[in-house]
């Protein structure tokens, strides 16, 4: 069969199995509301956790400042040649003090960040242990990475011990990586458990809070604040892309860490560095959303009583965070599910294989601060309908 004979057969069959993507059409967002394909919708499908995205009042003041002091608009290099703005010093110097750790390195995105680090500080002697239900990025990385790798059953740490007994007489170093806020059921790492596993066995543990920074913890520095781990965990990762309203990633580490990334992840080396407008704006949210643990709150109260609803409808809604799955199993009752709820005024996106487990399709609701009961209280109903 000819290439593209055979890519127009693969995109056919994606169809049949209802597994088949199209990029929305989405024309404007104001506040609690998007529009997508002509209709305005209620958006319950975005990563925006506390609403900063759609602050106007911040927004114009970053503009007032900018027209004052203008920020360029691109770097035009690597962070090594001439892209490394006095804005990253300070962001990253930002980042220490909230975190009390040694260094921090900035990222263009979670996605650099997490196919970097690992092939950076693995090879063919080491040994990644990664949860099952980590993020595409995560495992892309272990993939780059010439160091052997397992995937523990999800959140069965009695599991990951078995993986790592006697692990470290084969190994040079074995490295431990979850996600502490699963993106797709919305569920919780032990933290506190995994950093008694890593202290046991010799492991370097490193987590990734990119939808739990902004949401936990009182300065909203995530999980791993919420649960008193911050100083026990060797790298930890957070973006500025969700509940930050902004581009890019970071991570918090020692200084020998920082130095040896600096010197050998490709993904960091080898790409422009983020324009210095976009790390402006970076220190403001960071700064901002520091203050905002009532906000923190309100979204945790909202997410745990509509989950509550939707179990006592007898739906399948696993995790317990601001992320709110419906499981469907059926790729075909996901589309129809999401439809049903557009078709009553709310955007909630179907997510299915292989962004899920086969037969685990599902709506994903992703719920913000800035949202009240009285918003989304119809939605268990039309779920059930």
């Known amino acids: 069969m000819q290439f593209y004979e ?71 290099s690597s962070r090594l040649l001439t892209g490394n703005h006095p804005f990253y010093d300070q962001l990253e110097k930002a980042l220490t003090s909230l975190y009390g750790r040694e260094a921090a390195m900035v990222f263009n995105s979670g996605y ?51 993986l790592l007994v006697g692990a470290g007489e084969m190994y040079r170093q074995i490295f431990i990586v979850t996600e502490s806020v699963f993106s797709m059921d919305g569920d919780l790492a032990d933290l506190a458990r995994l950093v008694r596993l890593k202290e046991k066995y010799g492991a370097l543990l490193i987590v ?18 919420a649960t008193g781990t911050v100083d026990q965990i060797d790298i930890i990762t957070g973006t500025f892309g969700k509940a930050l309203a902004s581009t890019g990633a970071y991570a918090v580490m020692n200084f020998l860490l920082r130095e040896y990334l600096l010197n050998t992840m490709r993904s960091f080396i080898f790409t422009t560095a983020l324009p210095p407008v976009i790390l402006g704006w970076s220190m403001l949210t960071l700064e901002r959303q520091a ?39 059926s790729n075909s009752l996901a589309i129809d599910l999401a439809s049903r709820l557009k078709d009553a005024g709310f955007l909630c996106m179907p997510v299915r294989p292989p962004t899920v487990p086969e037969k685990g399709a599902r709506i994903r609701i992703s719920l913000r601060s800035t949202l009240e009961w009285k918003d989304i209280m119809r939605v268990p109903e039309i779920i059930g309908g």
């Open 208 to 225: 990734d809070e990119a939808h739990a920074v902004g949401v936990y913890g009182e300065r909203g520095l995530g999980l791993c604040e």
């Open 6 to 76: 055979r890519l127009s057969h693969e995109l056919d069959e994606l169809k049949s199995l209802d597994r088949y993507r199209s990029l929305p059409d989405i024309t404007a967002r104001n506040g609690k509301d998007i529009e997508v394909d002509g209709k305005v919708l209620l958006n319950l499908s975005s990563n925006d956790y506390l609403g900063l995205g759609d602050d106007r009042q911040m927004l114009d003041e970053y503009v007032d400042q900018l027209r004052m002091t203008p920020h360029a608009m691109t770097s035009s």
């Open 291 to 329: 203050s905002m643990n009532l906000q923190r709150k309100s979204l945790l109260q909202l997410s745990a009583k509509l989950r509550s609803e939707l179990l006592g409808r007898g739906f399948e809604v696993p995790g317990e965070s601001h992320i709110v799955p419906v499981i469907t199993g």
């Open 112 to 162: 650099h960040a997490n196919i970097g680090i690992l092939p950076a500080l693995s090879n063919r002697h080491d040994l990644v242990l990664s949860d099952k239900l980590n993020h595409a990025s995560i495992i892309d990385g272990m993939k780059i990475a010439e160091a052997p790798y397992q995937r523990y059953r999800h959140k069965d740490y009695d599991h990951l011990e078995e």
